[in-house]
């Protein structure tokens, strides 16, 4: 080595975050709806030896465990002609399980048929549950609706590597699902377009121009791209052959919850609404004594005791868990009926403007958490089963200053459509000005996406003659 050369060695501390074990299947299971819950305990039942396999109803609803619960005092029927008095317990255990899953809805949804190509896709093994994870957090449409930030912590990966993982989950079946905006949506399904005359023209548009098609502005479309009327036309069919909802086509996964009990009860006391949670839906999580006696007995090996003790300590983590989610979804929800009162007694209309920070705030846990709770989680109310993150709505400020709900300014839009003259229906533009006069000073762009929602056709198709 040359007397000018030198060698360093240089250290670097780095900082990451990430979640023990436990707290991993912590926020695992809160972000599961009611039926998921259900079938993931029944799967850690089967799995761990620790866990005794009581002789709980997991396919019963609530009505059911009420009705069995009255005739607990009945005399006992006698037995069918069929009865098995001399059957094995597990076979019946299995049975029960397996009556359970068959009860099941069968459609695929999206993130069934989505996590389906997994296997056959480039994405390591060890990332296949971030996959699992962020495929979770699409909405109907197909579009990421999760938090970078939570998948980074809990995952300990950085927002790169995370975005590189739903940028080829976007390369799955029906391509575009796991974008965070149209534009990735869209530009994740060019390839469809390959041979195309248009493709460089639909690209350009996606890529710059979305917000002048949305405001009408075609002929400006046109000319900044150097494209004719008949040109841009063409390209314009091109582009409409892309989805821009890629999701929709299959089953929603908040379709199942339709077929069990809401977790949450709203509960009238003393003039207040309370949140109460049925725990007798769910299967009885009990450690197996004769599991746990294997420790005392002497005739085993110090390798099958280890075995024991893991299992032991798995089982009551995941009670704990399980335990811990309950309590979870049971204080969220009881903040959220402490803000909302007015509305288990007037509807949608008289809800106030409230978000996940707030309820983060007072409930005194991550804003992530909050957001991960209410996420497939319904109750039943007075008003229907309502999903939880259905009581956090924006505000919009009332010419007098107020905040009130969109839900009070959709009901008032629903309103003047519903007085308007069928035979000369009133525009958006029109509308937005009506809900001004009325206190409501909204966009004619807001009144399209509020009309949008409320499944009101534009005027020209509202037309009576």
Known sequence: ???????????????????????????????????????????????????????????????????????????????????????????????????????????????????????????????????????????????????????????????????????????????????????????????????????????????????????GRLAETGKALGLTEAQLASALKELRSLDGRPGRQYASERERVEYVNPEVHAIKRDGHWFAVTDERSLPDIKLSPAFARLLQDPAQTAETKTYVKERIAAAQAFKEAVFHRQKTVQSIAQAIFDRQQDFFEYGFKALKPLTEVEIAKTVGVHGTTVSRTVRDKYAATPKGTIELRRFFVTGVKTSGGATISQDAVMDALRDIVAAEDKAAPLSDERIAEALKEKGYPVARRTVAKYRDRLGIEGASARKRV
Request: net charge negative; hydrophobic share 35%; with cysteine.
């Open 1 to 215: 080595m040359g007397s000018g050369t030198s060698v360093r060695l240089a250290g670097e501390l780095r900082q990451t975050q990430t979640l023990a074990p436990h707290m991993m299947q912590g926020l695992k299971l809160l972000a599961k709806s009611l039926p998921e819950l259900r079938a993931e305990i029944s799967a850690e039942m089967s799995r761990n030896p620790a866990i005794e396999d009581v002789d709980h109803p997991l396919e019963m609803v609530l009505s059911e465990v009420s009705r069995r619960d009255n005739e607990e005092n009945r005399e006992p029927d006698y037995p069918e002609d069929d009865f098995e008095p001399n059957r094995n317990y597990d076979e019946e255990a299995a049975e029960r399980r397996q009556h359970f899953f068959d009860s099941q809805v069968k459609t695929e949804t999206l993130q069934e048929h989505l996590l389906a190509q997994l296997p056959l896709s480039d994405i390591p093994r060890t990332d296949w549950p971030l996959v699992e994870t962020l495929v979770g957090d699409l909405d109907d449409a197909g579009y990421y609706k999760g938090s970078l930030p939570d998948a980074e912590m809990v995952f300990g990966k950085t927002e790169a590597e995370i975005t590189a993982i739903l940028a080829k989950i976007m390369e799955f079946d029906p391509p575009g699902c796991g974008a965070r905006t149209v534009k990735e949506c869209l530009l994740a399904q060019m390839d469809s377009l390959e041979d195309s005359p248009y493709e460089d023209d639909v690209r350009a548009i996606i890529e710059h121009h979305l917000g002048d098609l949305e405001a």
